[in-house]
């Protein structure tokens, strides 16, 4: 049984109640709420890579750390609430993951528009191509 004082939410009452506002942020077309500009602390150069399923990533160099780093482009007309999701977990974790062989999450903008992952830059082309270069390799 709940001993919650008057005025205080339970915690059952307080995850209903953060759902709600995630829903009401998805409707309104926000992954996590707009943020300062992006281009007031980095500046966007060219694509690198392929593009994904959600955008494109582009280089991006913070302005007062001169600080390379890989930025996801991910223009949001066409999301769905699914992704809305999906993008707000993706962050969630990010943020939580500190490993050497994990691309760290350093920032994350939004607009009206379009969301901005801003993330470690690891250079050497694709994973899968990497791999598939490789071929099989015999098991230990």
Same mark, same amino acid.
């Given at each position: 049984?709940?001993?919650?004082?008057?005025?205080?939410?339970?915690?059952? +009452?307080? &995850?209903?109640?953060?759902? &709600?506002?995630?829903?009401?942020?998805?409707?309104?077309?926000?992954?996590?709420? +707009?943020?300062?500009?992006?281009?007031?602390?980095?500046?966007?150069?060219?694509?690198?890579?392929? $593009?994904?399923?959600?955008?494109?990533?582009?280089?991006?160099?913070?302005? +007062?750390?001169?600080?390379?780093? @890989?930025?996801?482009?991910?223009?949001?007309?066409?999301?769905?609430? %699914?992704?809305?999701?999906?993008?707000? %977990?993706?962050?969630?974790?990010?943020?939580?993951?500190?490993?050497?062989?994990?691309?760290?999450?350093?920032?994350?903008?939004?607009?009206?528009? %379009?969301?901005?992952?801003? +993330?470690?830059?690891?250079?050497?082309?694709?994973?899968?191509?990497?791999?598939? @270069?490789?071929?099989?390799?015999?098991? $230990?």
């Amino acid at each position: 049984m709940s001993h919650a004082r008057r005025g205080e939410q339970t915690k059952g +009452e307080r &995850k209903i109640h953060k759902q &709600k506002l995630r829903d009401r942020m998805s409707e309104q077309g926000w992954v996590i709420g +707009e943020t300062n500009d992006i281009k007031g602390y980095y500046t966007l150069h060219d694509q690198i890579g392929s $593009p994904g399923s959600y955008g494109h990533c582009v280089k991006g160099i913070h302005i +007062e750390s001169k600080q390379v780093r @890989a930025i996801k482009v991910i223009p949001k007309v066409n999301l769905t609430k %699914t992704d809305y999701v999906s993008l707000r %977990t993706e962050i969630k974790v990010m943020r939580r993951l500190r490993h050497k062989n994990i691309c760290k999450l350093y920032d994350v903008f939004e607009n009206q528009s %379009t969301l901005y992952l801003v +993330e470690e830059l690891c250079s050497g082309g694709e994973l899968f191509d990497q791999i598939a @270069a490789r071929g099989t390799q015999p098991r $230990p």
